[in-house]
Nanobody, 123 residues
Framework: VQLQAFGGGVVQAGGSLRLSCAASGLTFSIYTMGWFRQAPGKERDFVAAITWDGYSTTYADSVKGRFAISNVNAKNMVRLQMNILKPEDTAVYYC?????????????????WGQGTQVTVSS
């Protein structure tokens, strides 16, 4: 399984960005895709996750109401729409795949990871 994340960039506070993650080699029909982020000097934190069928999603409290995760199953792609961005959202964002059939916030449940895409929010 290979994951390619893209869509990061530099945006002013209050602005929006949409991240995408394209997955190849997904042979299982049941899985969960998630987004995590890591700021300099900090641990990697969970952001959002969605099941393969789109029926279940979960978000970190820090992004609820501002971020929205969705998937495009026909393309094995997951997207993260980020609105009302804040400087504290600045981080490298990673997408990942878990074989669990339910959403999970635990990074150890994710077995495949993309290379990350940088998001910088200026104040």
């Amino acid at each position: 399984v290979q994951l390619q994340a893209f869509g990061g960039g530099v945006v002013q506070a209050g602005g929006s960005l949409r991240l995408s993650c394209a997955a190849s080699g997904l042979t299982f029909s049941i899985y969960t895709m998630g987004w995590f982020r890591q700021a300099p000097g900090k641990e990697r934190d969970f952001v959002a996750a969605i099941t393969w069928d789109g029926y279940s999603t979960t978000y970190a409290d820090s992004v609820k109401g501002r971020f929205a995760i969705s998937n495009v199953n026909a393309k094995n792609m997951v997207r993260l729409q980020m609105n009302i961005l804040k400087p504290e959202d600045t981080a490298v964002y990673y997408c990942a795949v878990s074989w669990r059939g339910r959403v999970t916030m635990t990074s150890n449940d994710y077995v495949y990871w993309g290379q990350g895409t940088q998001v910088t929010v200026s104040s």
